[in-house]
């Protein structure tokens, strides 16, 4: 027998962009079956744009903070026709119910319907202003250090914990003592609607060095971060996302560290990483742009193209090691695409990248 249950469906679209609204979702009614340990959604879903749709069912057993709870058999996912009645349904396994600790009525189902609408990636690009990045430098620079800034400090960390709550993402923070104080490493994440456990990074420290306003070294990775944080919100994925902002780094990498060891959850597995570093100088004088030593010698083309130029500190490095090829080589093209005015040098290091610490 049947018995309507009290589930909660939240329903979410996928790849919307500016010119593309939002399919429609309307849930009609849920049973759930005792004896078959199904689920049944009727629901229906209306798109203006699209006449064929995409939908999908996830369960979380941690009231909505992740929809990664086990199903054992579904019906009904794939391709639905726009405006007609469907039903999905989702078997769960009893033990399953009881490692969780919860009974079904305990369980959050999530309905995912997708159109086939593209975002648009230039939109993305262009929604980052000038007139934002110069707004939030005002308010992060300054030094920002635990002994020397801390009042400073903490009004910056409250700056981005507040971006990250007002923009709808889950907020959490690692918190621990360094040194006798009190830090705190501050984490933003958007869930995957299909690969949820897999996390894609964006990274970047928010305290300065004792004796420095700190604008670039990292006032202006923060700055990208919360441009970040604002634009990218306004969007669905299929992976997770997620922005850190870490404390402690100007201290030998503390905040990086901690993070790395305990700040993800079991279930998230870091999928690729954009670590944001002094991103904001500019300058189109010559003779400003320094090389470490040894560069030459381990990157020829890179040290013959920054001589070429003059030495003007007018580019980007775009580093990584041989594990991280495919994202800074996707890095390279997309921006070549989207921001072609923006100069960027790839660096690519061999094994780790401990052959060139600096």
């Known amino acids: ?34 004896s078959t340990h199904k689920i049944y959604v009727d629901y229906m879903a209306t798109d203006a744009e699209h ?33 007609v009645p ?22 959050i189902a999530k309905v995912v319907v997708r159109d086939p609408g593209e975002v648009d990636i230039q939109a993305i690009a262009d929604a980052v202003t000038p007139e934002d990045l110069i707004d939030w430098m005002a308010q992060v620079e300054g030094i920002r250090h635990r002994v020397t800034g801390l009042d400073h400090l903490n009004d910056v960390r409250a700056l981005i914990a ?39 990074i964006i990274i970047g420290h928010y305290d300065s060095v004792a004796n420095s306003p700190g604008a670039d070294d990292n006032a ?7 441009a970040a944080i604002n634009i990218l919100s306004q969007y669905e994925y299929e992976y997770s996302l997620m922005m850190v902002a870490l ?16 700040g993800l959850e079991p279930y998230e597995k870091p999928n690729g990483v954009l670590n944001f570093e002094m991103i904001g100088y500019y300058t189109e004088e ?3 742009q320094t090389i470490p030593a040894g ?7 890179a040290a013959a193209e920054i001589a070429a130029n003059d030495f003007k500190g007018d580019f980007l490095i775009n580093v990584g090691n041989d594990n991280s090829s495919g994202l800074q080589a996707r890095f390279d093209s997309v921006a070549a695409v989207y921001v072609p005015d923006l100069k960027i040098i790839s660096l690519s290091v061999a094994a780790t990248g401990l052959i060139a610490p600096d």
């Open 247 to 262: 404390d402690n780094e100007e201290d030998g990498l503390i905040g990086a560290y901690t993070f790395t060891e305990q």
């Open 1 to 34: 027998m049947k018995n309507p249950i009290l589930f909660l469906f939240l329903c979410a679209t996928c790849f919307l962009h500016a010119q593309n609204t939002a399919p429609e979702v309307q849930i009609n009614l849920t049973t759930y079956d005792p």
């Open 295 to 301: 560069l030459d010698l381990l990157f020829p083309d």
């Open 286 to 288: 010559p003779n400003t």
């Open 86 to 107: 469907a039903t999905l349904v989702a078997e769960v396994n009893p033990d399953s119910l009881a490692a969780y600790g919860v009974d079904p009525f305990g369980l």
């Open 220 to 226: 202006s990775a923060v700055c990208g971060l919360l």
């Open 162 to 200: 507040d971006e990250m709550i007002q923009n709808g993402w889950q907020y959490r923070t690692q918190d621990y003592e360094f040194d006798n104080s009190n830090s705190s490493n501050i984490i933003a994440r958007k869930p995957g609607h299909s690969v949820e456990e897999q996390v894609q």
């Open 51 to 83: 006449p064929d749709l995409e939908s999908s069912i996830t369960l979380s057993a941690d009231t909505g903070k992740t929809f990664l709870f086990p199903i054992e058999w579904t019906q009904g996912e794939g391709i639905i026709p726009s405006g």
